[in-house]
């Protein structure tokens, strides 16, 4: 791990760049600023200069433009020689190491009691902004200076879920416009019989996205599946790693190793929604990791060939720890391609982050504003009815750029549609 690189190996790991620039069109940061600096290249080219004792970690400029790195991956993914994911953590680190102080109260997001307060206050504060701005108060609110503009900016992004079954399936109804649905099979495939799954809530999913949590809880169950959620688990320790706080990083998987280890050896998977959550769990050594299965894989594997019809055109974005950490890239879309009448579109700059990273929209505001519109841009441009993703950052992210480019397209969560679509199909095993 980066923690444990000495310089050998960084100047190893730094000088198997070859400096072709493949990186850039997929670099976030490069896009939004056009500033080779702001590369995965000019990153490595100023550590560089860090190492050789020619230019200060500390100095405010290099360490902003370390610190800006998203930890996407998606350099690494497109790199033909092999650059180490270790080598951009490294880079991190030497920014939190120059300022180990920065904005302490980020480091309580993972805490599911301040996030469940988030959403119980997100909720009532963008309530009020509907009451007296209208349904367009996100574009309002991003004209006035200030405050407001950053008070709109933090409640756009706050991932929200569609909310109770009866109002995701008006919204799918209004979406597909409510007309009459082609007649269903009757024929169904027999549900996986005894698949045991522990399930991991994540502090997101459980404490900013309880309704689709749980949908998803209760299609796995359709489909078959014997599920515990094992009392006792925490974070998953993607925020405390992605800040540098080794302390609570280790805490936290001692944590869950504690939880989960009593159920592993009586379940076949321990199924993660977060995109953010299975990469950081399957980054971790031991049996937990082995057992980690990313919750769209796992239904792409369990759904029926018969899911009933939700004529929809879907754009479909892949959070970065799915797309370049976990490999989850054609589970997805097979999994939609099951859904009749769904058609899958695909975005430009699919590779490219939305500019979410855990807690990179508090830390950079402006630059992650930029990245979270781009990305929307890039979405609406397929002339979709909607955006499904698996990350509830991402969402939000997403949910913010898309209300001031494109109001009218709303983005759900993949495993939402999925539930519509098996509700539509008929009774199997009765969802609440």
């Known amino acids: 791990m980066s923690g444990s690189l000495d310089r050998t190996q960084l100047d190893d790991l730094r000088q198997s760049c070859v400096e072709c620039g493949l990186c850039l069109p997929n670099c976030a940061t490069y896009l939004a600023t056009g500033n080779e600096a702001q590369s995965p290249r000019g990153r490595l080219l100023l550590l560089g200069e860090v190492l050789d004792g020619r230019t200060d970690a500390s100095e405010p400029s290099v360490r902003e433009t370390f610190d800006q790195c998203l930890g996407c991956l998606a350099c690494t993914a497109t790199c033909p020689s092999g650059v180490s994911a270790d080598l951009l953590a490294y880079v991190r680190r030497l920014a939190a190491d120059a300022d180990p102080n920065r904005r302490p109260p980020v480091r309580l997001l993972d805490r599911r009691a301040v996030l469940r307060t988030l959403r119980v206050v997100g909720s009532l504060v963008r309530g009020a902004a509907v009451r007296l701005l209208g349904a367009g108060w996100r574009g309002r609110l991003e004209r006035t200076p200030g405050a407001g503009r950053r008070l709109a900016r933090l409640l756009g992004t706050l991932p929200v879920d569609p909310g109770s079954d009866d109002a995701l399936i008006a919204q799918f109804e209004t979406l597909d416009g409510g007309g009459p649905r082609p007649a269903v099979s009757s024929h169904h495939r027999a549900p996986a019989a005894g698949l045991r799954v522990a399930v991991f809530k994540g502090c997101a999913d459980a404490s900013l996205m309880p309704h689709t949590s749980r949908r998803l809880q209760d299609l796995l169950r359709r489909l078959g599946c014997e599920l515990t959620v094992p009392e006792g688990q925490d974070c998953c320790g993607a925020l405390a790693s992605h800040l540098e706080s080794r302390g ?155 209300a001031l480019v494109a109001p009218h397209i709303p983005i759900l969560p993949l495993t939402d549609l999925v539930w519509y679509a098996a509700r539509a199909s008929g009774p199997r095993k009765e969802m609440s």
């Open 248 to 402: 609570r990083t280790s805490r936290l998987r001692r944590r869950n190793r504690r939880a989960f280890t009593p159920h592993l050896g009586h379940c076949d998977h321990v199924v993660v929604a977060a995109a953010g959550c299975g990469q950081e769990l399957k980054s971790q050594p031991g049996d937990l990791s082995d057992m980690v299965i990313d919750a769209v894989s796992l239904l792409e594997r369990l759904a029926p060939v018969d899911l009933g019809p939700v004529p929809l055109r879907v754009a479909v974005h892949d959070p970065c720890h799915a797309r370049h950490g976990l490999g989850v890239v054609e589970a997805p879309r097979r999994l939609l391609a099951r859904i009749p009448g769904v058609v899958v579109l695909e975005p430009a700059e699919a590779e490219v982050c939305c500019g979410s990273a855990g807690v990179y929209g508090v830390q950079h505001p402006e630059m992650s504003a930029v990245m979270g519109r781009r990305k929307a841009e890039a979405l609406a441009a397929t002339g979709c009815d909607a955006v499904v993703t698996t990350n509830p950052g991402c969402l939000g992210q997403i949910a913010d750029g898309l």
